[in-house]
């Protein structure tokens, strides 16, 4: 089992920055790779962005790309979300999900463990 608990929501101002921060613990060894979800109300949950545990390949949901970029700290067991620009339509739930398997998926239901989510607010 695999546990992901986030932080660093919050409320930001229309062109403002937040960074997401996800720890994961548990069966580590497991993972292949992390991403970022989003939901916003009465939408479905979608793709933000993904992060290859080992080599560290990125991958980017085109209306992130160029504003939001993925990291990770393996030393810490640590995936980031650094959002930049941020802008009226970011507002959501934003969930951390970990894989097990070797294709990174943009579905949700390709993810394997989820944590419970952090509110961001892009508001004025």
């Known amino acids: 089992q695999v546990q992901l608990v986030e932080s660093g929501g919050g409320l930001v101002q229309p062109g403002g920055s937040l960074r997401l921060s996800c720890a994961a613990s548990g069966s580590i060894a497991s993972i292949s790779a992390m991403g970022w979800f989003r939901q916003a109300p009465g939408k479905e949950r979608e793709f933000v962005a993904a992060?290859?545990?080992?080599?560290?390949?990125?991958y980017y949901a085109d209306s992130v790309k160029g504003r939001f970029t993925i990291s990770r700290d393996n030393a810490k067991n640590t995936v980031y979300l650094q959002m930049n620009s941020l802008k009226p339509e970011d507002t959501a739930v934003y969930y951390c999900a970990a894989l097990r398997g070797i294709v990174i998926h943009t579905s949700p239901r390709g993810y394997d463990y989820w944590g419970q989510g952090t509110q961001v607010t892009v508001s004025s």
């Open positions: 992060i290859r545990w080992s080599v560290g390949s990125t």
